[in-house]
């Protein structure tokens, strides 16, 4: 149609544009837009230039960017176009050059709902919360009403601060407006409640909510499995199963993720069969979400089967399967899988080397995590984070190297904290050594009072020399400043049910039964122990 139209004008060329680069035809679209700046008889205008901008992403686009922004300066529409300025600002944010982003908003002569949004929105896209935030409350207070874009991105900068008090107000205004029963919204304030460990509040949008869609009841989910409530988080998507509401893979991934440890095997294993049936075992979240939740249950096994089966590996599947290797103590084989993981191209991350520093620690390769340390910083340029320091100072604690450890601490650049301390007592407990015991006990407790922890690790070290007097002052002591320690949990999982028990437990519906057969229990070990003795005392009579 455009090659035998007659007479052609720019609007002919930005539809052609426009609809190569809509269709992901980025080589014909930016082809076209060079003939058009190339032709002496066709000229550019503001369409085209956003057109183009709408097509850039990524870091790899930000010189293009700038190249169409000069053309924009050099032709006077970056003065006189708000909607140029506007496709600048959002580009610049999109390809993560935050600081032009800002420059050109600030230089805009005129700015409309779309420029203040475009900003707001980039900063809250790129984690610059707080920045986001500020700049929504400084929109409110101007002549530029806010849209509901630009709320929606600024409850996502509550969500990221946490900003309780912050995110009520805009609810509050979102009401006033009559746009709280928006599906977005209601999606953003759920999410944003749920972040600020409100879950009470969020769930009271999701039950008054009109229309539910994949969104909204994956943002619950992820909610409830975040803030503690994994039974209910189990609940909710059973119920969503049995009433037939479609499931997407984001759905399917919040759920795995609250698997693992005291929930059920089968149902987690229900799960894998229904992302089988519904063709998601090739999402790559979906299958990275799987591996951890094997790992969390003790089955390596098919952790291993599920990487092996995905199609597509990212840094994610590769260490989902270090850390897997890493906590059930095959440290070795953690290290081979971080060599193949180098080989096939993969770049680690820092969460890649806590796995690794956890892994030399159960193994007791002092050189090798030193190694990988340095390696963090030099090779690949990562700032370790204090988890790393951490895992430096629990591989030395477990190898009895107590004093290098604590000159390690105290040689850091940073101040320690709680898992400083934490790793350096339990590497004295397995030691059995008291007076550093009482140094890194001494540093815990004034670092979390009401943390039992140093109590209880003292008391047992104690124990083990057979300090029963000191034992009894640290547990007195523990009692007097209202300390307690957390109760210890027993579980058993019997027809998809779990079961849990504490010490004298007499809370389980069930509980008669148990103890009746307890005793019963008890009466067989009696007497075969009262057998036992008799069998012995007859074998030394006749010796």
């Not at 506007?86 to 800002?102: D, E, I, V």
């Not at 949008?205 to 994956?218: K, L, P, Q, R, Y």
């Not at 989910?221 to 037939?244: H, S």
Request: glycine share 8%.
């Amino acid at each position: 149609m455009f090659d035998e139209m007659p007479l052609k004008d720019t609007v002919s060329w930005n539809s052609l544009i426009s609809g190569f680069l809509k269709q992901g035809e980025l080589k014909m679209g930016f082809g076209y837009f060079k003939l058009l700046l190339d032709s002496s008889i066709y000229r550019f205008d503001h369409a085209s230039i956003t057109s183009i901008l709408s097509a850039c992403d990524g870091v790899e686009a930000l010189d293009i960017v700038k190249m169409i922004h000069a053309l924009a300066i050099f032709n006077g529409y970056y003065d006189n176009e708000v909607s140029v300025g506007n496709a600048l600002t959002t580009t610049y944010f999109r390809c993560q050059s935050f600081k032009s982003g800002m420059q050109v908003f600030d230089e805009m002569v005129e700015r409309n709902v779309v420029s203040w949004t475009a900003v707001i929105s980039g900063l809250a896209q790129n984690e610059f919360y707080s920045e986001s935030l500020k700049l929504f409350m400084k929109m409110y207070h101007s002549t530029v009403s806010p849209n509901y874009l630009t709320y929606l991105s600024a409850l996502s900068a509550c969500s990221g601060l946490q900003a309780l008090k912050e995110g009520a107000q805009i609810h509050c205004i979102v009401w006033k407006l009559g746009i709280q029963m928006d599906i977005r919204i209601e999606s953003a304030l759920m999410d944003m409640y749920s972040k600020c460990s409100h879950v009470e509040d969020a769930w009271r949008i999701f039950e008054t909510a009109e229309v539910f869609d994949e969104v909204s009841i994956t943002v619950m989910l992820v909610g409830f499995a975040q803030n503690g409530f994994e039974e209910e988080a189990i609940q909710i998507f059973v119920k969503m199963v049995k009433e037939g509401t479609k499931i997407d893979p984001n759905m399917i991934s919040a759920i795995v993720g609250v698997f693992g440890f005291d929930t059920s095997q089968g149902l987690g294993k229900q799960v894998h069969s229904l992302v089988i049936k519904k063709g998601f075992a090739s999402n790559i979240f979906v299958s990275n979400g799987l591996i951890n939740m094997y790992s969390k249950y003790g089955e390596l096994g098919q952790s291993i089967k599920v990487f092996d089966w995905m199609p597509l590996k990212n840094q994610v599947s590769w260490n989902s399967m270090i850390a897997a290797f890493a906590r059930h103590g095959d440290g070795l084989k953690a290290l081979q899988f971080y060599e193949e993981m180098r080989l096939n191209g993969v770049e680690p991350t820092d969460v890649t080397f806590l796995s690794l520093l956890h892994a030399c620690s159960h193994v007791g390769l002092l050189d090798k995590g030193m190694e990988f340390l340095e390696s963090m910083e030099k090779e690949y340029g990562m700032s370790p984070r204090m988890e790393h320091y951490a895992s430096i100072v629990d591989m030395l604690g477990r190898a009895g190297l107590l004093k290098e450890a604590k000159n390690f601490i105290e040689g850091l650049p940073v101040k320690p904290d709680i898992l400083f301390w934490q790793a350096l007592l339990g590497a004295c407990s397995i030691c059995n050594d008291i007076d550093m015991g009482k140094y890194a006990a001494d540093r815990l407790a004034q670092a979390a009072p009401d943390s039992p922890v140093p109590y209880i690790s003292m008391a047992n070290i104690y124990s083990s020399r057979g300090r029963w007097k000191d034992r009894a002052r640290i547990i007195k002591k523990m009692r007097e400043r209202g300390v307690a320690k957390e109760t210890g949990l027993s579980w058993i999982e019997i027809e998809k049910k779990i079961h849990s028990f504490v010490v004298a437990d007499q809370m389980h519906p069930q509980c008669d039964d148990v103890y009746g057969l307890l005793l019963v229990l008890f009466g067989y070990m009696r007497d075969e122990t009262n057998n036992s003795i008799e069998e012995m005392g007859s074998s030394i009579s006749a010796y």
